[in-house]
């Protein structure tokens, strides 16, 4: 009987007679589509990396990983020396020009969300640039809405650190629309709650910058950082200015590692005011019970005594 497949001069992917059965087995269309994908890369990739290619979203292409995983058709969620591969969010996908046009022809939402970034931004995105943005809304499944909210939070960041006329890069849009994927900051209710937390962090940031004998000046990003998560512990600036002194005392300068050693220490033990770090961080000094002396025998009779015998008295 002759062949019903048409073959093509392209290079050929080889499927294995076993994989091929626990495929027909799981009867799973999307495992399947995924496992050919993989196939066709040579395995090179991850396999979320692949979203944009098959034109799915997040939950679609991880559930199809997943169903691989459980059929042993792909390594399990380890990389070398056993450490935990990326986190899914910095696994991102790739698009290519076809699959953006179609997205800006077919959802006025990303098409009008495109339109707004680029007046907020005040330049023409490039294809990647619209790539970026079609993946934080179709892999991570932002909303249009919290987008735009998450480009003017970047916006003004910038701004505020670098003066007027300065715009972030859609790379560092890109990172930060995905840490809000992680911290679960899909909503507009959600996003509007994290802006008002951070406009907070902001306004306190000359505060702590005093504490630690630093000025006026804007902390750099990464002592913004360690400032963040101080105040996310819930330390007012009185108390980083405690164990400020006590890192100058030790290590003679500030040294932000060891500051932030004792202060985790404190948030570990619940101290966090002032008066709790005075309360509860004294270094307990247990007093040695005196000794009694021993007894001193007078002994000067018995001299006395001896030497009255030598004389013979």
């Given at each position: 009987?002759?062949?019903?497949l048409i073959?093509?001069?392209d ?7 076993q ?24 395995g ?5 990396s692949?979203a944009?290619?098959l ?11 997943s ?5 042993e058709?792909?390594a399990p969620?380890?990389a ?7 986190e ?9 020009q076809?699959?953006?046009l ?15 970034v680029?007046?907020?931004?005040g330049k023409r995105l ?6 970026i ?6 892999y ?17 960041r ?21 840490a809000?994927?992680r911290r ?5 209710t959600?996003?509007?709650?994290y802006?008002?937390r ?11 910058m005093?504490?630690l004998?630093?000025g006026d000046r ?10 963040a998560?101080?105040?996310?512990m ?9 164990a400020?002194?006590?890192t100058?005392?030790?290590?003679h ?6 500051l ?15 008066a709790?770090v005075?309360?509860g961080?004294?270094p ?11 007894e001193?025998?007078?002994t000067?009779w018995?001299?006395k005594?001896i030497?009255r015998r030598?004389r013979g008295?």
């Amino acid at each position: 009987m002759p062949s019903v497949l048409i073959h093509t001069e392209d290079e050929s992917v080889t499927l294995t007679a076993q994989a091929a059965k626990r495929l027909l087995e799981r009867g799973d269309g999307d495992a399947a589509l995924l496992y050919l994908a993989l196939l066709r890369h040579h395995g090179t990739v991850q396999p979320r990396s692949l979203a944009g290619e098959l034109r799915w979203d997040r939950p679609r292409i991880e559930a199809a990983e997943s169903a691989l995983r459980q059929m042993e058709l792909i390594a399990p969620a380890t990389a070398e020396g056993g450490e935990l591969p990326p986190e899914p969010a910095d696994e991102k996908p790739v698009y290519q020009q076809t699959d953006i046009l179609e997205h800006l022809e077919s959802s006025e939402d990303f098409r009008r969300l495109t339109a707004e970034v680029e007046r907020k931004l005040g330049k023409r995105l490039s294809t990647p640039d619209i790539g970026i943005l079609l993946g934080l809304h179709d892999y991570l499944g932002l909303p249009t809405d919290v987008i735009y909210l998450l480009v003017c939070h970047c916006a003004e960041r910038i701004r505020a650190r670098f003066g007027d006329g300065r715009r972030p890069a859609m790379r560092q849009i890109e990172r930060e629309g995905y840490a809000w994927a992680r911290r679960g900051i899909d909503t507009q209710t959600a996003a509007a709650e994290y802006l008002r937390r951070c406009a907070q962090r902001q306004e306190a940031m000359p505060q702590y910058m005093r504490a630690l004998q630093l000025g006026d000046r804007l902390p750099s990003a990464s002592e913004e950082k360690y400032l963040a998560a101080w105040q996310d512990m819930g330390f007012p600036p009185e108390t980083v200015a405690i164990a400020y002194d006590k890192t100058v005392l030790k290590c003679h300068e500030l040294r932000w590692a060891y500051l932030n050693g004792i202060l985790k220490r404190w948030h570990g033990a619940d101290l966090h005011t002032p008066a709790e770090v005075e309360a509860g961080d004294r270094p307990q000094v247990q007093r040695a019970e005196a000794k009694p002396e021993p007894e001193r025998q007078d002994t000067a009779w018995m001299k006395k005594y001896i030497q009255r015998r030598e004389r013979g008295i």
